[in-house]
């Protein structure tokens, strides 16, 4: 018994041996690292949605009119301003200034809703569609809006500090001015999406996409963008001290007269990407890919100091 048990074991070994070498050469054939492999790819352009201030009447009530059911298959219920429920339909109802603070309406569709100003702090509202709402000035604070669909919706200056976002989606939304304070939007998709001047500090933006992102003038000091795609974004004038772009995707990215002391650039991929008049202090780009001529002049040890005068 004990050879056969021998034998079972060594060819079992041999089998893990092929199955490993397998995924690696694979993985090299197709040429990616074990790295860019957790990096999301870059949307398909002809995919983008446009900027949601830029939807007419008949487009937004297309959207609104698209016919959905709950995960279980029930068509939803009409909700009660007084009292939301899960699953409610809120679609087109006005919601301005509505206070509902601990309130639950997992699943709750709100396409096209108007609700700005309201008072939703400490709230669940995870799974939601809030595709092409006007949800201005309105504070989620503390919030679950996981997994919620908010494409082309309107977030001007909304507030979601210590909010779990994540698994979201915003592309084409109006997010300018957006706070967000230690919040979780990891696995998110922020696609030609307007952020600027929010401010997202401490903030978890992992394996997120950026792409085609305006980011000008945000504020994202602390955040985390590690294995995010942010191509094409466009950061200048951000405040950017301590970020970490770790093997982060950045090509053809513009970090122009962004603010960069102590951010992390290690396994990044630079290329094309534009840093004229960026102010960097201890800025690590230790194993960075395509690492801009004017950059690396400026390197000491992987750090770079100062300000980036050249253009590329």
Known sequence: MKPLIKYLSFSLLIVLGFIITGCAEKSQVSGESEETSLIPKTPDTSTYLELANYLDDDEIESIINIETTLKNGEKRKKGLVPVPQDGDDFRRVNLDNAYWHDVSVVEGDFRGASMRSAQCEGSNFSNCDFRVADIRWTNFDRSNLSNSNFNQARLFHDHVNFTNLENCTFLGA???????????????NMTNALMKDAEFPEADLTH???VNTRLIRAVMTGSDFEYSNCSFADFSGGGLDKTSFKNTLLKNANFQGARLHNADFEGADLEGTYFYGAHLGETNFAGAKNIPDEIKEMLVDGKASGNVLKRK
């Open 174 to 188: 109006n997010m300018f001015g957006m706070e967000g304070h230690h919040a979780v939007l990891r696995n998110s």
């Open 208 to 210: 997120c996409l950026f």
